[in-house]
């Protein structure tokens, strides 16, 4: 039968030089496909942050992805807290 999908959410930060590189239309696009609901934005210190909520295996797919980025970006570190499903966004997209 239907085994349970888990639904989980993570909050990501993201340093390198991943600002000026399209890395937030990247992110949308790939959540948007991934059916991951949440948001991204740049931080005022150069890094990204991205907020996702959605099944536990694409969440983790949209991850992987975060650590390479679009061919552009230099991705140096990517630091993951796993949080409380709060199931509150219902779609993905970019913040200010």
């Known amino acids: 039968m239907n085994k349970s999908i888990k639904k989980v959410r993570a909050h990501l930060l993201i340093s390198g030089r991943v600002q000026g590189v399209a890395f937030r239309y990247y992110t949308q696009d790939i959540a948007q496909s991934l059916e991951i609901k949440g948001w991204v934005r ?55």
């Open 42 to 96: 740049n931080c005022w210190d150069g890094k990204v942050e991205i907020v996702m909520e959605g099944e536990e295996e694409k969440v983790k797919e949209l991850i992987d992805w975060c650590y390479q980025g679009p061919g552009s970006a230099i991705v140096e570190k990517v630091d993951v807290e796993w949080e409380k499903y709060r199931g509150e966004f219902n779609s993905f997209g970019i913040r200010g």
